[in-house]
């Protein structure tokens, strides 16, 4: 199992331009959901999912879309990126049900808006 | 949402056991108490999770008193690849985690 996989690694963008940063599990986990992680700072829920056609907001959804097509995949768009969403954003997945609320997570994508 | 207080920073040697302590006042009954592990540039990492009373895992243990308002993350017999950010979070469900600013725990030789 690849696990949890993000591209891309790193993102350079401009003010205003959009990019989906995309997420792929392989553990068929229902549930999944996108983190950004600002300097110093813990992680911040952005969006989640608990199956494909379902998702929700988390604590700062604002800038962010989300779509869940397939269990395999939850990619996050930028739809006009700011200087504020620099950061680096990670996606974790989970099963909904299990002996824990182990949430597995990505290796994140760095992204700098200039 | 649960809000969870811990110690922004911890020193410790090589070999020795490290006790982590995290409050949390506003647990709800049905909210669990939950650890991550964090090396820099790397997503956080389950360690482990409780309820009550004691957990114990292959990597470490976790104390819960009676009144859940706080609780310990022991790691015993630390080495230098202990050194990470340490995240205690009140798990009321996937929806309402919410991840502190962590512990950053130094291990050194």
């Known amino acids: 199992n690849a696990g949890v996989t993000q591209t891309p690694k790193f993102q350079v963008l401009k003010t205003g331009q959009s990019m989906t940063l995309q997420c792929a599990q392989d553990m068929n986990h229902e549930y999944m959901s996108w983190y950004r992680q600002d300097p110093g700072m813990g992680l911040r829920l952005i969006h989640y999912s608990v199956g494909a056609g379902i998702t929700d907001q988390g604590e700062v959804p604002n800038g962010y879309n989300v779509s869940r097509s397939t269990t395999e995949d939850f990619p996050l768009r930028l739809l006009s990126a700011a200087p504020s969403q620099t950061s680096v954003y990670f996606c974790?997945?989970?099963?909904?049900?299990?002996?824990?609320?182990?949430?597995?997570f990505g290796p994140g994508t760095r992204l700098t808006v200039l | 949402l649960a809000k969870t207080t811990q110690p922004i920073s911890m020193d410790s040697y090589e070999g020795q056991e490290v006790n982590i302590t995290c409050s949390h006042n506003n647990i709800a009954t049905n909210d669990y108490i939950t650890w991550y592990q964090q090396f820099p540039s790397q997503g956080p990492r389950f360690i482990i999770q409780g309820y009550k009373t004691k957990v114990t895992n292959e990597v470490a243990s976790l104390f819960i008193p009676a009144d859940r308002k706080s609780s310990t993350l022991s790691l015993p017999r630390v080495s230098l690849s202990d050194t990470a950010v340490y995240y205690c979070l009140v798990d009321g469900g996937f929806q309402k985690l919410v991840f502190g600013t962590g512990t950053r725990l130094l291990v050194s030789p």
């Open positions: 974790a997945s989970s099963p909904l049900a299990g002996d824990y609320n182990e949430q597995f």
